[in-house]
């Protein structure tokens, strides 16, 4: 298998794009490989540059629930893009698409369109901040919500979890607001809650971590999180980026049975085009301009291609296909741990419905502090072993795998059989 065309492309990417990539993970560095350049994509298959295929495990990081390029989504986005690519003006398909989401979680009663994520995340926070005048937030170590300065903190010193940068660029002020608690562990919370009285104004969270790897919830985490909010007069941000309608139809709240003051969403509301929203209770949402006085303002914001999608993505969630992914992902999770076992390597594997991660440890993974207990250079030789064996997984430890709806049982069980033999290749 050769990939020298990839070579020749990262090398070229180099010398305009930072790190040869619009998005550092893609860059493989946490897994020692030269990134592959993809030409094409189809259901569950990846095709890069040397013409090599592989059963991808990374599905565009979450949106693809239905596997790439699936026929009628793409037979919809050639229509609509004939009717325009954007307006910059209000369209039916921002309603229609806005109305499905509210069906799907009854806690959005109002929506706004974004093209990300990180657009969502930011946004919802101005919100909690203005609706409660307060400035500080709480989120979870290992917990990722995009790339706003607020987020882009870690737990500095001092048993106050007040934050400390993770990147040059983000000041101390922008720092300085956000706190830090631990995933899974409510005493950190109210340990947070505790030492900034009445100025906390929300607590962001993932219901299902999914980017320090998979971890879920332990039993009454999130209820234990809107008891603590409730008690406390602040808001309860569900970030629903990854867990939204990929988890359940109505994302992990409806698993839960917790309702957020407001949800983050992205990825399979895009099914791949850019895409984010956030919403939740009408008080809260009708601060946003112009019905309130929150600025928050996107050109491609409701895009006709992205709400097409969407749309279309949402329309072809059937419950039966939650059932497939779910079973597929248990046996691909029982595989790889059956694999590990077999080789006497050292693999936990968290699971929860379509999205999974090996960690590499012997300890269960439950928060940040376990999931780093696991052994990235071990991962990082598992990877590349895959990869040589046709499987694209995530290039890193701490994110999650995706199936799709165009994952068989074959893939899957092909899957297993490689990786049976690269947890041989790499028992250390
Ligand atoms: P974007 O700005 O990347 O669309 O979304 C940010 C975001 C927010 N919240 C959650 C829970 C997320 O997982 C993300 C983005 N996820 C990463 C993968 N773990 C995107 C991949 C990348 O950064 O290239």
Redesign the pocket.
């Known amino acids: 298998m050769t990939t020298s065309r990839s070579r020749r492309w990262f090398a070229r990417a180099q010398q305009i794009l930072p790190g040869g990539v619009d998005?550092?993970?893609?860059a493989f560095k946490a897994v020692g490989a030269t990134p592959l350049f993809i030409r094409r994509a189809e259901g569950a298959r990846l095709e890069d540059v040397d013409g090599n295929r592989y059963i991808d495990y990374v599905m565009s990081?979450?949106p693809l629930i239905h596997g790439h390029a699936p026929r009628g989504l793409v037979k919809a986005l050639a229509a609509a893009a004939r009717l325009g690519t954007s307006y910059g003006a209000p369209s039916p398909l921002e309603v229609e698409l806005g109305e499905r989401v509210r069906r799907r979680v009854p806690s959005i009663e109002r929506v706004r369109f974004v093209s990300?994520?990180?657009?969502?995340?930011m946004s919802a926070v101005r919100v909690a901040r203005a609706a409660t005048t307060r400035e500080k937030i709480i989120k979870f170590a290992g917990?990722?919500?995009?790339?706003a300065d607020a987020f882009l903190v870690q737990a500095g010193s001092g048993a106050l979890t007040l934050g400390v940068p993770t990147s040059p660029g983000v000041t101390s002020g922008a720092a300085q607001d956000t706190l830090l608690a631990s995933y899974n562990d409510i005493a950190s919370v109210h340990r947070a809650f505790d030492a900034n009285r009445r100025e906390v104004a929300a607590l962001i969270v993932?219901p299902i971590a999914?980017?320090m790897g998979v971890v879920p919830p332990a039993d009454g985490f999130l209820r234990a999180l809107r008891q603590v909010c409730d008690a406390n007069g602040a808001l309860l941000i569900f970030?629903?980026?990854?867990?939204g309608f990929r988890a359940s139809p109505g994302g992990a709240q409806a698993l839960a049975g917790v309702k957020p003051d407001m949800t983050?969403l992205?990825?399979i509301i895009g099914g791949g085009l850019?895409v984010?929203a956030y919403g939740g209770r009408a008080d809260l949402m009708d601060l946003v301009s112009p019905a309130g006085p929150v600025y928050q303002a996107g050109t491609l914001s409701g895009n006709p291609l992205a709400m097409t999608a969407g749309i279309w993505c949402l329309d072809h969630l059937t419950p039966k296909l939650y059932g497939t992914l779910a079973a597929l992902g248990s046996r691909l999770a029982a595989g790889l741990a059956g694999a590990a076992r077999e080789a006497r390597v050292a693999l936990q594997v968290n699971a929860l419905g379509s999205i999974l991660t090996p960690f590499f440890t012997d300890r269960p993974v439950r928060d940040y502090l376990s999931a780093t207990s696991a052994n990235t250079e071990q991962y990082a030789r598992f990877f590349r072993a895959m990869l040589a064996r046709g499987v694209y997984p995530p290039p890193s430890q701490f994110?999650?795998w995706f199936l799709s709806a165009a994952h068989t049982v074959k893939d899957v069980d092909s899957t297993i059989a490689a990786a049976r033999e690269a947890m041989r290749e790499i028992r250390s």
Do not use: L
């Not at 998005?23 to 893609?26: E, F, G, L």
């Open positions: 998005s550092p993970v893609r990081w979450g990300s994520g990180t657009e969502a995340t917990c990722y919500h995009g790339h993932e999914g980017n970030d629903e980026v990854i867990s983050c992205g990825k850019p984010g994110e999650a």
